[in-house]
């Protein structure tokens, strides 16, 4: 009786709503299993694009698992961990992002039967970490180096690393094209890291052969004034002056007053103004640059002085693209144009401007440093270049990460299929529980080739058991995409970078062992919407001030 009338402890506040145990384990499970069942069908060269439209209007045509799962607007705590691995996955390799969001959600789909049995989540999460610290270790094993070639025979080896990566994309029927040019741009750039030496412009209309690559730098024709037209549009060795300064009249900024005493003294501050721009524009054709560049507004004025001299100019030009001017032509952005050496101007073999369907780009070509590239694409729908432009992203990454770890491993699944073998082997020698662990780490592994069949309308059982015969003759099979069968992935050239899978699989098996150690998820919306009420107060707290005050000074004195 008296245990019966001790009083409720209150530990957190009303409304507070906590979930956990075994039941909340499962719930993040199936979480997770639900958001990789969105991006499941995009797998592999027969993956499936999604479509998403958001709150804006915007339509984003992707199968790139990272583009959609950032596009998702995902809510659950637990799901969004698989949004996050899909994120490092993309940043760090570039490729792989639908395969880790498979891999993690197929570690957890494996290990929820053993939850609900009562397993403890940690002899969970430290055979998995065993099982995946080893998968690792196979795939550095198993990795083939490209390192000591020749460089035509190393270009091939990573054209055949891209293809392998557009394969799986919108733009996969123009793959071979595709590869070899983004394998002319990363090596174009060399040892640079920087991404954004590479510049990728879009201009609708043509088709995907349209698409070409400038050996330097091209950018659309900036806002131009009257005396544009009569500037040269070609030449050849030109010297090149990168400015960061406005040349063209403009009003003080400060609010200055100039009291004159004789209304003739005007007209020496107008003659002034005018000195100053001229003795600018002097000094630019005194460098003996037959090209501007400005990231500032060269005005009218200016157009004309340069059309009569013969010098092409460029007003208005992005940070980036001027940026990427000076890393090619070897010139530096300068702030003034006193003292121009010939030190600072740029340089390169051909400038010319062209005409690219509706467009007009500027294109240096033939730069001296060489250290920059530029893919203009070309498609139908916006929606299909902005996708062609994620997809050769990806291409870009991979041919970088395989030409820096150049080691590679072969794709369509036979990686997996070889993992798998590998684990289901080892768990035999382990006794205790841990076998069955280890074994389901192994068969979640098998989940890419079974997708990949899945996405291309095959029979997967048949396909894995033919696999699983030939891995354990120990070949490098992986599935046949074009034929519905198995091939030999390696002969086959369906190669992939050895740093995406490792990163894949370290990734996909952190993000399931976090999850699977999460027991409890304390949710206080109370909190939350008083949060939002306290905003809303101060909000009109703010506006009502701001009336009151307004109207004090409109009432009259008495």
């Given at each position: ?194 991404l954004n030496l590479i510049g990728i412009k879009k201009v609708p209309g043509g088709t995907m052969r349209d698409s070409f690559l400038v050996n330097g730098v091209a950018f659309k024709k900036t806002f131009s004034y009257a005396g544009f037209e009569q500037q040269p549009k070609k030449f050849l060795n030109p010297k090149i ?318």
């Amino acid at each position: 009786m008296a245990s019966m009338m001790q009083p409720q402890i209150i530990l957190l506040k009303e409304g507070t709503d906590t979930s956990q145990g075994r039941a909340q384990v499962v719930s993040n499970i199936n979480a997770c299993t639900a958001v990789a069942d969105t991006v499941r069908t995009t797998l592999g060269p027969r993956g499936m694009d999604k479509l998403i439209h958001d709150d804006k209007g915007g339509v984003t045509i992707s199968n790139d698992g990272a583009t959609i799962m950032r596009l998702l607007d995902i809510v659950h705590p637990a799901a969004k961990i698989l949004v996050d691995i899909a994120k490092s996955q993309d940043s760090e390799v570039g490729d792989g992002t639908t395969t880790v969001v498979l891999l993690a959600a197929e570690f957890l789909k494996e290990a929820k039967p053993y939850v609900e049995d009562g397993v403890h989540p940690h002899s969970l999460i430290r055979s998995y970490r065993t099982a995946g610290n080893m998968a690792i270790q196979r795939v550095k094993e198993l990795a083939v180096s490209i390192e000591g070639k020749s460089l035509e025979e190393k270009k091939s080896l990573l054209a055949k690393c891209a293809a392998t990566t557009l394969s799986s994309k919108l733009i996969g029927g123009e793959k071979e094209f595709f590869a070899s040019m983004v394998v002319d741009a990363v090596l174009a750039i060399g040892n640079d890291d920087r991404l954004n030496l590479i510049g990728i412009k879009k201009v609708p209309g043509g088709t995907m052969r349209d698409s070409f690559l400038v050996n330097g730098v091209a950018f659309k024709k900036t806002f131009s004034y009257a005396g544009f037209e009569q500037q040269p549009k070609k030449f050849l060795n030109p010297k090149i002056l990168l400015l960061n300064i406005e040349l063209e009249l403009k009003s003080e900024k400060e609010n200055a007053e100039i009291r004159l005493s004789d209304p003739l003294q005007y007209q020496s501050i107008v003659d002034a103004e005018w000195n100053i721009i001229y003795d600018k524009l002097d000094k630019c054709v005194k460098s003996g640059a037959k090209i501007v560049l400005s990231r500032l507004a060269i005005g009218d004025l200016a157009t004309q002085y340069f059309a009569d001299r013969d010098i092409f100019c460029a007003g208005r030009v992005t940070e980036e693209d001027l940026q990427r001017v000076a890393a090619a032509t070897g010139g530096m952005v300068q702030t003034s144009v006193n003292n121009v050496i010939d030190e600072v101007l740029g340089s390169c073999e051909v400038f010319e401007e062209k005409q690219v369907g509706n467009e007009r780009f500027n294109i240096f070509s033939g730069c001296p440093s060489g250290q920059t590239a530029t893919i203009v694409l070309r498609g139908g729908a916006d929606q299909f270049i902005e996708e062609a432009e994620r997809s050769l992203h990806d291409a870009i990454m991979i041919v970088r990460r395989a030409l820096k770890n150049s080691t590679v491993v072969p794709g369509g699944g036979a990686i997996d299929m070889e993992i798998s073998k590998y684990l289901r082997q080892h768990a035999r020698t382990i006794a205790g529980k841990s076998q069955f662990f280890v074994n389901s780490f192994a068969k979640a592994l098998e989940v890419i080739p079974r997708q990949l069949c899945d996405n291309a309308g095959f029979d997967a059982t048949d396909v894995l058991n033919k696999l699983r015969q030939k891995h354990a003759s120990g070949a490098n099979y992986g599935v046949d995409i074009n034929t519905g069968g198995i091939t030999d992935s390696f002969a086959n050239f369906v190669w992939e970078p050895a740093v995406v899978k490792i990163n894949a699989i370290n990734a996909a098996t952190e993000a399931s062992c976090l999850i699977l150690s999460v027991d409890e998820t304390v949710k206080n919306p109370k909190s939350e919407s008083a949060q939002g009420e306290a905003a809303a107060g101060a909000m009109a707290g703010r506006g009502g001030g701001a009336m009151r005050g307004r109207g004090g000074r409109g009432m009259r004195r008495r």
